[in-house]
Structures are given as structure tokens and as C-alpha cells.
């Protein structure tokens, strides 16, 4: 696998030229799960050929919301989570 001051130079077709071709890439291989491609790859001068295999993450997205029945001092502990404030005592 990759180490450290390893450079990527192309993963298949796309070339590693900024931090944004992860966007090419998954335009490009969307639907290529399981295929083979090639990954280049400069160590210590020397430019090195790796094949893998194109995989797939899972993503997920969460969102958090006020209970529609929450009580005054549960509105007050969100509150005062979101400003960065401690609760008033007793409120």
C-alpha cells in the first residue's frame, strides 16, 4: 500500500494533479465496482504500477432535531449546548 512521502500520480485514468480528483474519479468509475485499474505512484524516485480493484464506501447522513415534546429545561440544556453556555442552575 501507500507510506508516507509516497506521491499518487494517477488512480486508472485520472490524474492526481490537486486535492479534488476524488470527484473526477467518482464520476469516472460510478459504476465500475469490482473492476481493475491501475493505481501510479512515485516512492523515492521511483514510479511504481499497482493493480486494484475499484471499491465503494457507504455514507451516511444524520440529522439531529429538538423533540416536538420537549420540556422547558431540555429547550434550555439545547440551548445552552448550541451557544456554548452552561445552563442556568435550576432552569
Known amino acids: 500500500g501507500l507510506q508516507v512521502n509516497d506521491f499518487l500520480l494517477r488512480v486508472g485514468v485520472v490524474e492526481v494533479t490537486d486535492n479534488d480528483w476524488g470527484d473526477d474519479f467518482a464520476e469516472v468509475y460510478r459504476d465500475s465496482v469490482g473492476d481493475s485499474i491501475t493505481v501510479v ?8 504500477s499497482k493493480s486494484v480493484s475499484v471499491g465503494t464506501r457507504t455514507t451516511y447522513e444524520h440529522k439531529l432535531s429538538p423533540a416536538a415534546d420537549a420540556s ?8 445552552s449546548i448550541l ?3 452552561r445552563p442556568e442552575p435550576g432552569g
Do not use: A, V
Open 41 to 48: 505512484y512515485q516512492r523515492g524516485g521511483l514510479e511504481i
Open 72 to 79: 422547558t429545561s431540555q429547550l434550555e440544556l439545547r440551548r
Open 83 to 85: 451557544e456554548g453556555k
